[in-house]
């Protein structure tokens, strides 16, 4: 399973703004129909300035998310730049899960 991982440092003057308009954004990248399931995390560190977050989308397959970067990537991206500009700063990465373990607590 690959997970297409962005994760984005927001300037706290778009802060509240850009965190409305990212519940929006992720279903749109959803629906591509490429991803089975997304998850918005905040990244725990301090900093006056900024916040980061980090989304992480897991690809029904290799296959789908480089159909993704083909058919719907750069239209999605600029939507955000458009309306945050500099103010978000992004990077993307792929992970490829290896493993996945599961504690049953009782």
Do not use: C
């Not at 992720?26 to 916040?51: H, M, R």
């Amino acid at each position: 399973m690959i997970i297409y991982n962005v994760t984005l440092n927001i300037d706290k003057s778009v802060h509240k703004e850009w965190l409305e308009w990212i519940k929006e954004h992720i279903p749109q990248v959803l629906a591509t129909g490429k991803f089975k399931e997304a998850k918005l995390t905040k990244v725990l560190v301090e900093d006056d300035e900024s916040e980061t977050y980090s989304v992480q989308y897991r690809a029904h397959s290799r296959e789908a998310l480089e159909a993704y970067y083909a058919e719907h990537s750069d239209s999605l991206k600029q939507e955000g730049l458009k309306r945050f500009g500099d103010k978000v700063l992004s990077f993307r990465t792929e992970l490829e899960v290896v493993d996945e373990f599961v504690v049953d607590y009782k």
